[in-house]
């Protein structure tokens, strides 16, 4: 009880969920993993590009947050979709040697995390929808 006393009350629902915060501190980790990239312009180009995939995701969750669960559904799919975009420009800075073999399995560690997180809240958020969408549909007809 003296947590939930503890516990700001936050303004915007978005900082409650515990996924926005994982978002925050993968942003956090690709800036410091970045931070060293080399002077050459395409790898510093690739690494800005990391970072704004990496802002996706809690961009996504914080947007969607504040619409209907329908479309709060639809950018948790988004924050999906930059999730897979560093999936992708991980293995690509692995493959290039500008991330160690512990840095990607450090990153593909938490966006494995992120994305099981995203699903779970998905799949909470459709199936309180559901019944929801139904009763709204004979709100609209009377």
Known sequence: MENEQE???TFFRFEDLRIYHKALEYINWAYSVS????????????FERFISSANGIALNIAEGSSR????????????KSS???CVV???????RTWFSKEVYEDSKNHLMEMTK?????IGSLQR????????NDEEETE
Request: charged share 25%; no cysteine.
């Open 35 to 46: 931070k060293n990239s080399k002077d050459d312009p395409y790898v510093r180009f690739f």
């Open 68 to 79: 209907n669960k329908s479309q709060f559904v639809y950018y948790l799919k988004m924050a």
């Open 89 to 95: 420009l991980s293995t690509i800075a692995q493959n």
């Open 128 to 135: 309180s929808t559901r019944p929801e969408e139904h009763s």
């Open 7 to 9: 516990k700001p009350i």
């Open 117 to 121: 997180m995203i699903g779970a809240l």
């Open 83 to 85: 999730v897979r975009e």
